[in-house]
């Protein structure tokens, strides 16, 4: 501790708080797509890596067809389209092929890469100029970024509240919940699986075509993990949500606090940036901090159930 104290002194203190309007505004295009990655890891039971190829195809998608003529608003709701058929193919793969979840996800995520150099025309990286065209997200424009993005949050939650409240959204919950038991009760599980790794690719896809634009290229390696990133903010979230409304946290809080999760980590991140610490140990840091806030759950169930068992042995 006497150690990292002399560090953080340091430092620059406003560079630090300069850069944390960026870390939000890049945290809220993120949190799309953990909004994307909650609906399968947390509501659907499914562990989806698809995510780190779809991420990529959003992005190559919307700035090719910017390039080529096409409004960005067209552009990024083609790349919601191509995220839906990368979920299409990674159920087809799960439900009609029966191969494993994680397999299916990694199969369609290796395909991606090739898929996404070729929208890209064989090149790595492709910009898109601020100058040049009208964006619906630019890093430039921080604050209009900000207050676009947590428009288009607002719909995204207010539509997947409404929907997981119809009797398609129900259907997901419960084959998330318990795939045998819905399946008893006639339950087409495969399609419910199917729309909702569709519907969350979707919206990774979309996100992926947000952060195009906000970083003013594409990357073929800008997705690369991304599934750790969506999970951390799901975490996150969940851990903050239940920490502040507890059993009145419900469906529509815990997507928001997706939200919140992801501007969290990005927060987080750039502070540990701004520390000084190497850039190349941040794929690591980030898997610390996943396992940190995936343990944390576990390890307060565990100390409560330790504290009744210790509880019940002094009664008796």
Partial sequence: MNSIIPVICAQDIMSLVRALPGSAAQGLIWGIMAIGVFITYKILNFADLTVDGTMGTGGAVTVMLILAGYEPVVAVAMALIAGMLAGLITGILHTVLGIPDILAGILTQISLYSINLNIAQGRANQAVSVDAYRLI???RDITATVATVLIIIVVIIAILYWFFGTELGFTIRSTGGNENMSRAQGISTASAKVIALVISNGLVGFAGGLLAQYQGNFDVNMGRGAIVIGLASVIIGEVIGEAILGKHLNFCGRLAFVAIGSIIYY???QF?????????????????????FLAVPYLKAKHKNSYRRAAKNTKM
């Fill in 137 to 139: 997200v630019s890093g």
């Fill in 267 to 269: 927060v987080v991140i």
């Fill in 272 to 292: 540990v940036l701004w520390l000084g610490l190497p850039t190349i140990d941040m794929k690591l840091f980030s898997a610390i901090v996943v396992a940190i």
